[in-house]
């Protein structure tokens, strides 16, 4: 089956080869937009009659969005789908309306582990000019706490093992495969307690973090985070990261919720850009995003 028009809403990141094979799904000609909407209401104009829509997770899909495209029949998510409560599209009423929700996973992963390690390195040894302690130090032996032991936090604890660093973890779910090969699960008490570095891998409106939690991390810590938003109240963090001897190193996506006061500290390490964009990442995600629409109009 053919969709009546695609509708790339936003600026989803799909590559020109994507794009071309979406046009084969659509009767009409693919719109590609390369920014991001405004308002509600732009986005309804955007999506207009269009039977499928392809969004990035900048922009919501919420419930009134979706009442107001009375078409549609398709929407892929060009962004990670990890659950219902997290999606930036309002998934369970799209699917009660007989529309169908496809994310993706699994696509930035090696870039982000990259980007950690690299920061991380970088700040044990003072290659940009800051320095955790006052004599630089090795992955060797770091204790390191790892806050969500999916794909990324896996993909880290992998590249971390070769360097001899100590690991544990904290997640919903026990991972006895990951405890044999050496990763301790600790209740996240502990894993603040004992962890001298911790690194959040958490779905986007997941917060684990508040005065009492930071407290238990205590002073003389890094914090990392690139997840999507923040996994901590914000106004506790303000207090935690006063103290010189802790750190905090965030990617963009991980710093998108900081206000400018977080960020003026400095000890807070914010780049600009999101870890894991790269050719390759850019590849796995349209190839992904194709898949899934692909495989719709072919069971349809």
């Known amino acids: 089956m053919k969709f009546n028009k695609i509708v790339c809403v936003?600026?989803?990141k799909l590559n020109?080869?994507?794009?071309?094979?979406?046009?084969?799904?659509?009767?009409?000609?693919?719109?590609?937009?390369?920014?991001?909407?405004?308002?509600?209401?732009e986005v309804v104009k955007r999506i207009g009659d269009a039977e499928a829509v392809i969004v990035s997770w900048h922009t919501e899909?919420?419930?009134?969005?979706?009442k107001a495209c009375s078409n549609l029949k398709y929407i892929g998510m060009a962004c990670s789908l990890y659950d219902d409560e997290s999606a930036n599209v309002a998934v369970k009423f799209a699917r009660k309306k007989g529309i169908t929700v496809k994310g993706i996973k699994d696509y930035g992963d090696p870039g982000v582990a990259e980007f950690i390690i690299s920061e991380l390195i970088q700040l044990l040894n003072g290659y940009k000019g800051k320095q955790w302690e006052e004599m630089p130090r090795e992955l060797t032996g770091?204790?390191?706490g790892i806050i969500g032991l999916g794909v990324t936090g896996q993909l880290l604890a992998e590249c971390l093992k070769p360097f001899g660093a100590d690991l544990y973890y904290f997640s919903r779910t026990?991972?006895?495969?990951?405890?044999?090969?050496?990763?301790?699960?600790?209740?996240?008490?502990?894993?603040?307690e004992q962890s001298e570095v911790i690194s959040f891998h958490l779905p986007k409106?997941?917060?684990?973090?508040?005065?009492?939690?930071?407290?238990?991390?205590g002073s003389g810590k890094i914090l990392i985070n690139t997840s999507l938003g923040?996994?901590?109240?914000?106004?506790?963090?303000?207090?935690?990261?006063?103290?010189?001897?802790?750190?905090?190193?965030f990617d963009g996506d991980g710093k998108k919720e900081l206000s400018s006061a977080s960020l003026a500290y400095d000890n807070v390490i914010a780049l600009d850009s999101s870890a894991g964009w790269s050719s390759q990442t850019?590849?796995?995600?349209?190839?992904?995003?194709?898949h899934n629409i692909k495989e719709y109009c072919e069971d349809s």
């Open 205 to 217: 409106n997941t917060q684990l973090i508040s005065e009492e939690e930071f407290e238990k991390l």
């Open 282 to 290: 850019l590849k796995r995600l349209s190839n992904k995003v194709l």
């Open 174 to 192: 026990r991972k006895p495969e990951w405890e044999r090969k050496g990763v301790d699960y600790l209740p996240l008490d502990e894993l603040l």
């Open 10 to 12: 936003d600026n989803t």
């Open 61 to 66: 899909l919420d419930e009134e969005v979706i």
């Open 230 to 249: 923040l996994p901590f109240e914000e106004k506790a963090f303000q207090k935690w990261i006063k103290n010189e001897d802790n750190f905090a190193i």
């Open 142 to 144: 770091l204790k390191f």
């Open 16 to 41: 020109e080869e994507a794009i071309a094979e979406l046009q084969k799904l659509s009767e009409n000609e693919t719109e590609v937009y390369s920014d991001y909407p405004g308002s509600k209401d």
